[in-house]
């Protein structure tokens, strides 16, 4: 089945640690985006890559970081430099990075600060 | 800049009525994309229509329709004959070269439908 995995689904942090979390799709998209989502908000843009071994921040990128290394993968390590980082992280992921296509969502993960 | 208001942060109804969520945009652009998206408990966000700036023409979709008014800068979802499945938060997107192609969404709609 092509489609968005998201791993794991519940994460938890301790503070001053550094997490990654994966974000993996079989759809051949060029494009990825991160989201974060807090309790009763919409969804805010954190990194979004359109090709391999690019990618660029979105509006809420301080604290964050990521990789795209592989078409199929764009993990986002939130590093212990993001003061409150308990939120919802949705990832995406669109044929291109064009606008006019649609993105289409993962699972999510839910990280939570001990 | 790009903005998507959602005025309704939450509607309840009973099962069977019909209901309508709003969303109103503001953009620059002359082209522009439109989105709406449901997002169940699980909360994974799933698609459910996309509709570009050129495209006025209404939408049915079985019980779900989609009314786009440029001349209000607006693109409601109406669902009828709403079921308890339909209980979610329901997000309004748009896309534009304006704010670089990215996707603004509009705060959500949570929709809580009771039997």
């Known amino acids: 089945d092509g489609g968005i995995t998201q791993s794991p689904k519940y994460l938890f942090r301790k503070e001053g640690q550094n997490v990654t979390l994966s974000c993996e799709q079989n759809?051949?998209?060029?494009?990825m985006y991160w989201y974060r989502q807090d309790p009763g908000q919409g969804l805010r843009l954190i990194y979004y890559s359109q090709i391999v071994n690019d990618f660029q921040k979105g509006d809420i990128a301080e604290g964050y970081s990521v990789s795209r290394e592989k078409k199929e993968s764009f993990p986002l390590t939130v590093t212990s430099a993001q003061k409150n980082p308990t939120a919802f992280y949705l990832c995406?992921?669109?044929?291109?990075?064009?606008?006019?296509?649609?993105?289409?969502f993962g699972p999510g993960t839910r990280l939570l600060v001990l | 800049a790009q903005k998507v208001t959602q005025a309704q942060t939450e509607i309840s109804v009973v099962e069977k009525e019909d209901v309508t969520l709003d969303c109103v945009y503001e953009t620059r652009d002359t082209t522009y994309y439109l989105f709406w998206y449901k997002q169940p408990p699980s909360g994974e966000l799933v698609f459910l229509i996309r509709r570009n700036s050129f495209d006025e023409q209404n939408e049915i979709s079985g019980r779900y329709s989609w009314n786009f008014q440029k001349s209000t800068s607006s693109f409601n979802f109406t669902i009828t004959a709403s079921q308890v499945v339909d209980s979610a938060v329901y997000f309004c997107a748009l896309s534009g070269s304006n704010a670089g192609n990215m996707l603004t969404f509009g705060g959500g709609t949570r929709l809580m439908v009771k039997p």
């Open positions: 995406a992921s669109s044929s291109t990075g064009t606008g006019k296509e649609t993105q289409y």
């Open positions: 759809l051949n998209h060029d494009a």
